[in-house]
Nanobody, 121 residues
Framework: QVQPVESGGGLVQPGGSLRLSCAAS????????WAWYRQTPGKQRELVAA???????LYVGSVKGRFTISRDDAKNTLSLQMNSLQPEDTAVYYC???????????????WGQGTQVTVSS
């Protein structure tokens, strides 16, 4: 059973940067697409970015041009570089193992504990 562990969150001022990491065990990391999601209280978890096994990337909405998703298959690690952070980026961020089919990312039901990102002055 895959066990993702997210880290790297924290408090940052608007315009600042953070780098999130996800270490995954219990899976053949390279065989799957991976994604970052985020969730705020009272809202559904939303897709932020995804990366395929071929390193093709997908970004959703306002994070385009500010966030960069990457993967290191040798280290079973997923990363999210977040620049120009804004208060609306405040959320708990989760990584997820899934499938990328015909331009769409399909998540699995396994989630880690997430990492809190707070953007505030």
């Amino acid at each position: 059973q895959v066990q993702p562990v997210e880290s790297g969150g924290g408090l940052v001022q608007p315009g600042g940067s953070l780098r999130l990491s996800c270490a995954a065990s219990g899976t053949i990391f390279a065989n799957y697409a991976w994604a970052w999601y985020r969730q705020t209280p009272g809202k559904q978890r939303e897709l932020v970015a995804a990366i395929t096994t071929a390193y093709r990337t997908l970004y959703v909405g306002s994070v385009k041009g500010r966030f960069t998703i990457s993967r290191d298959d040798a280290k079973n690690t997923l990363s999210l570089q977040m620049n120009s952070l804004q208060p609306e980026d405040t959320a708990v961020y989760y990584c997820n193992q899934g499938r990328y089919i015909n331009g769409n990312y399909y998540s699995s039901d396994t989630w880690g504990q997430g990492t809190q990102v707070t953007v505030s002055s």
